[in-house]
């Protein structure tokens, strides 16, 4: 039917008031996709260091129990059957590396001086602290993809493959210790039959990780599964391709094993990232309530002027209904051509800001340059709640469009 | 048998919470094919009248029956379809839909009939041929003059092949010259196409094209009877 292209055309009839009307619209989503894209990039890299920073993106433990308190607790959670999995997920096209973990705590000792530790223990390859001096370039993490990032390395090194009895320590616990490189401190924790176990171990390494120093410390797997005589794994860290790549990873796992994903274990980021969620979707109501009485305002007087157009459309036999739709189509159409025009314009001034390197953003005294994300996700969202604004801004004008008669319509100046 | 039959009809409009008559106590039957001029000075209730018949307004009492149908009694839906398939309307001020060309504007009832395509584009040339304006199918409607607008507006009232066509004062925005071409052209349609034509207008020279004219005074008919 020609209502369809009747709505389209009539948007070009009154062109500048057209573009006036959608002002509001088109200056606001593009601020919006702006925001949107930066903090977009943001979270994503926020999303991806907190994966690489000991979670990965699938944990597989022998029991669900594991993941309430079985991280620095494990002896209860071994899996026995760890070897054959990690064996099965390497197979895997879409997981990256595989790799066992274990922890414990510990009191960690030296001369006059003790701390409480978390001691997490990955293989010796499946560590990597960032040099004092790199500076990532972006929210994008510059780490490698196949092993953890744990913190900054302000003071000697990781250690060796086949160092045992190495310990990186938190800046923080370092201090408090007296540590340096080189240091060595005496660990002692619980054994599973109850006894004590105490050890010496060299620090080999100072990091630095906010909230994290001064109570995680880390030595290489062997050495923790030797200082602590456990005889399998108590988890399997999985780090995929991609986001995508872990849920079909996770769909292949042998079942009679409690298997989390990273979203069900970083949940700071999932609480950080549902409040930025909520503030642009609050800021996404702002824009679009304003556009709504906007929208609404020259509905109500277009709905006046073509009064007689109406009339005329009833007359030849339109019913009530079709030039309802014909109004609230019109207003649909209003509001997604300014989503449209917004968006293209947040887009374009987004590609812009990228090519000029980006916004900055500082974090932990590194100055980043975070590049704008420019997502499909944006699109669709801020689209079609335009679209559904412009549809319900035209419904009362669109009523009020056909409550008269068609002679009452026609008799109207 | 009447093609239209209007008994007792009143109707009036609230004015400042006053009712203020437009129709007094009117009665008319119209037979199919006839060429019926409404005349009579401004306020006369003409239009008021042709509103009616043309089931765009209902009587405040009395009935008005149109090819047999009472329209007192058809929903707006059914109305709306009714004035598709029986009526065609030509406006003094033309109304044409300014966002569709020439062409869709007289295709459009037929589209609401549901005619299939490649009839309706036929009936939609064809009369667009007849009325003269062949070459223009593509134009926009604030791209004609006035009485090329008209004619537009007599193929969209023809196109569904109605029984009754129905102009109020059609000539009325046109110069005099154009006017009369505008006559003839709407009786050569109404002889060939076997329409009742009903027109109003209060120039004696239009009311010439007539075969019956019916005089109206505040709202009353005062005389009907054949044209001179």
Redesign the interface.
């Known amino acids: 039917?020609?209502t369809v292209?009747?709505a389209w055309?009539?948007l070009f009839?009154q062109k500048r008031r057209t573009l006036i009307t959608l002002s509001a619209l088109i200056i606001g989503l593009c601020g919006l996709v702006i925001f949107q894209g930066y903090i977009g990039s943001l979270m994503r890299g926020f999303r991806d260091s907190t994966i690489r920073s000991g979670i990965g993106h699938l944990q597989i433990a022998a029991s669900s129990g594991y993941f309430e308190d079985g991280e620095f607790n494990p002896f209860a959670f071994q899996l026995k059957d760890a070897e054959t999995i990690i064996e099965g997920l390497e197979k895997d096209p879409e997981v990256q590396a595989v790799f066992p973990s274990t922890g414990f705590t510990a009191v960690a000792g030296m001369g006059e001086k003790s701390v409480t530790l978390l001691m997490k223990g990955y293989p010796a390859e499946r560590m990597y602290f960032t040099p004092a001096a790199g500076t990532p370039a972006s929210g994008t993490p510059t780490a490698p993809q196949d092993r953890f990032t744990l913190g900054t390395m302000t003071a000697g090194a990781l250690a060796g493959a086949g160092q045992r009895d190495r310990i990186v320590l938190g800046e923080t616990a370092a201090r408090i210790l007296g540590a340096a490189p080189g240091s060595v401190i005496t660990l002692m924790a619980v054994l599973p039959e109850g006894g004590l176990n105490g050890r010496d171990f060299t620090v080999s390494g100072i990091y630095k990780a906010p909230g994290r120093d001064k109570i995680f410390a880390f030595t290489d797997y062997d050495t923790a599964m030797d200082f602590t005589r456990l005889a399998a794994a108590p988890v399997i860290h999985v780090l995929a391709k991609d986001i995508q790549a872990a849920g079909a990873a996770a769909a292949r796992l042998p079942h009679g094993v409690a298997v989390r994903t990273w979203h069900d274990l970083a949940t700071y980021f999932v609480q950080v990232n549902t409040m930025f969620a909520g503030f642009l979707n609050v800021i996404r109501a702002i824009i679009l309530l304003v556009t709504l009485f906007i929208l609404a305002n020259t509905m109500n007087r277009i709905v006046r002027e073509r009064m007689?157009?109406w009339?005329?459309?009833?007359?030849?036999?339109?019913?009530?209904?079709t030039v309802l739709f014909l109004v609230v189509l019109e207003g649909c159409f209003l509001g997604t051509a300014g989503a449209v025009l917004g968006i293209a314009l947040g887009f374009g001034v987004s590609f812009l800001i990228n090519q000029a390197g980006g916004l900055p953003f500082v974090t932990d005294g590194q100055r980043l340059a975070i590049k704008i994300l420019m997502s499909g996700q944006s699109v669709w969202l801020n689209l079609i709640p335009a679209a559904v604004v412009g549809a319900l801004a035209s419904f009362l004008p669109g009523l009020r469009a056909v409550r008269l008669?068609?002679?009452?319509c026609?008799r109207q100046v | 048998m009447s093609l239209i039959s209007i008994r007792n009809v009143q109707k009036s409009y609230r004015l400042d919470k006053t009712d203020t008559p437009a129709l007094i106590d009117v009665n008319i039957d119209i037979l199919a094919g006839e060429r019926v001029c409404l005349m009579g000075p401004s306020g006369s209730g003409k239009s008021t009248l042709l509103?009616l018949i043309?089931c765009?307004?209902?009587p405040s009492s009395g009935s008005v029956v149109v090819n047999g149908a009472d329209t007192r009694t058809l929903g707006?839906?059914r109305l709306?379809?009714f004035?598709?398939?029986t009526m065609g309307?030509i406006?003094q001020?033309f109304?044409l839909?300014?966002?569709?060309s020439v062409f869709?504007n007289v295709?459009?009832?037929l589209?609401?009939?549901k005619v299939p395509a490649r009839e309706r584009k036929a009936r939609v040339r064809s009369l667009l041929e007849r009325v003269g304006l062949a070459e223009y199918l593509g134009r926009s409607p604030e791209n004609l003059s006035g009485g090329q607008r008209q004619r537009v507006s007599i193929a969209?009232a023809l196109v569904g092949k109605p029984q009754l066509v129905i102009a109020d004062e059609p000539t009325a925005s046109l110069d005099h010259v154009t006017g009369n071409s505008i006559m003839q052209l709407m009786v050569e349609m109404n002889e060939t196409e076997g329409a009742t034509l009903i027109f109003s207008t209060h120039d004696p020279a239009v009311s010439c094209y007539a075969k019956r004219i019916v005089r109206m005074t505040d709202g009353r008919i005062a005389e009907d009877g054949s044209a001179a």
Not at chain 1, 311 to 321: E, P
Not at chain 2, 97 to 100: A, G, N, Q, R, T
């Open positions: 039917m020609k292209a009747m055309r009539n009839r007689r157009e009339g005329t459309l009833r007359a030849v036999g339109t019913k009530k209904s008669t068609p002679s009452e026609l | 509103n043309g765009i307004d209902s707006d839906a709306s379809e004035r598709n398939r309307f406006f001020s109304n839909i300014p966002v569709l869709e295709e459009y009832p589209l609401l009939q969209r």
